[in-house]
């Protein structure tokens, strides 16, 4: 019953801006830690952003100065905007809760495709 919904990517060009957007059912997003990874073909999962439950927010080197996340806590949604969009950020995006008993759930989207191409 806890599901975590991402929309928002699509196909861009280098400089470009996307809004993702997760939107949670079943848990309170703002009770959790909240986060945004990304995969691309041949690589690892890799963290991009998170948010936590106490507001505490890291981002990945690559994207830190370009990407902000946040939260809406009425909306029950946390957003990823991504601004200057380079080719290397090509990749699914998926949205991540941790929280829980002993902070040990953890729950995935099903993610959403951002592509950026010339």
């Known amino acids: 019953q806890v599901q975590l919904v991402e929309s928002g990517g699509g196909l861009v060009q280098p400089g470009e801006s996307l809004r993702l957007s997760c939107a949670a059912s079943g848990i309170i997003a703002g009770g959790y830690n909240m986060g945004w990874y990304r995969q691309a073909p041949g690589k690892q999962r890799e963290m991009v952003a998170v948010?936590?439950?106490?507001?505490?927010?890291n981002y990945d080197d690559s994207v830190r100065g370009r990407f902000t996340i946040s939260r809406d806590i009425p909306k029950n949604t946390v957003y990823l905007q991504m601004n200057n969009l380079k080719v290397e950020d090509t990749a699914v995006y998926s949205c991540n809760a941790r929280g829980g008993w002993f902070n040990r759930d953890t729950y995935w989207g099903q993610g959403t495709q951002v592509t950026v191409a010339s």
């Open positions: 948010i936590s439950a106490g507001n505490t927010i």
